[in-house]
């Protein structure tokens, strides 16, 4: 098992244009999370999906959407790209078996938005 | 609302000293605390917890409700701990959304 998949690995962006990352579950979880991770701070909650449905959010404009698969995978779109958007993108996956609540985290997409 | 916070972003020690990285949180309920780890070139990888009461690689950590912290601490520092450690908090209402500290670079010298 590869544990969570992230791509791409790096990206660069115009202001202005729209962005999909995507993210591969480690094997046997349901539950995705992204999180937004700026330069010199911690990762920031922007939202969860669990059968298919966004369950959670963070507080982050709705130019940050997403969607999971049937197979659990999920992708993350940033539209209307700005500057701030620049950031270390990562995905983390959480098993079904909700009493250990680990979340298992990818090794992230680096965006930059010039 | 639910913050965590790590009031030191450097903490650097020699090798053998003991080691306590901070961690202090708000939130109005029962929360669970993690340690979260990563080290140079790999992924965000998880410590320890607080519901596990146990010892990684040396390390603890006490939940002390009173003083909403949740200190992790080492008696005797290893250069392979040098690494970024975040701590973070995830509120019993609030699913398995993590809020994260900004975390603290520990640097341990030869």
């Known amino acids: 098992d590869a544990g969570v998949t992230q791509s791409p690995t790096h990206l660069i962006k115009t202001r202005g244009q729209q962005v999909t990352l995507r993210c591969s579950p480690k094997?046997?979880?349901?539950?995705v999370s992204w999180y937004q991770q700026a330069l010199g701070q911690g990762p920031q909650f922007i939202f969860q999906?669990?059968?298919?449905?966004?369950?959670q959010r963070g507080n982050f404009p709705d130019r940050f959407s997403g969607h999971q698969f049937p197979n659990y995978s999920s992708e993350l779109n940033v539209n209307a790209l700005l500057l701030g958007d620049s950031a270390l993108y990562l995905c983390?996956?959480?098993?079904?078996?909700?009493?250990?609540?680990?979340?298992?985290f990818g090794p992230g997409t680096r965006l930059t938005v010039l | 609302a639910q913050r965590v916070t790590q009031p030191e972003k450097l903490l650097s020690v020699f090798k053998g000293a003991p080691v306590e990285l901070k961690c202090n949180y708000s939130y109005s309920g029962s929360p669970e605390l993690f340690w979260y780890v990563q080290y140079s070139r790999q992924r965000l990888q998880l410590l320890l917890r607080h519901i596990s009461r146990e010892s990684i690689k040396g390390f603890t950590a006490d939940l002390n409700k009173g003083e909403t912290s949740f200190h992790l601490k080492k008696p005797f520092a290893q250069e392979e701990d040098s690494a970024m450690y975040y701590c973070a908090l995830n509120g019993n209402n609030a699913g398995n959304m993590l809020t994260f500290g900004g975390g603290t670079r520990l640097m341990v010298k030869p």
């Open positions: 983390a996956s959480s098993p079904a078996d909700r009493i250990h609540n680990e979340q298992f």
């Open positions: 999906y669990y059968e298919e449905e966004e369950r």
């Open positions: 094997s046997g979880h349901d539950t």
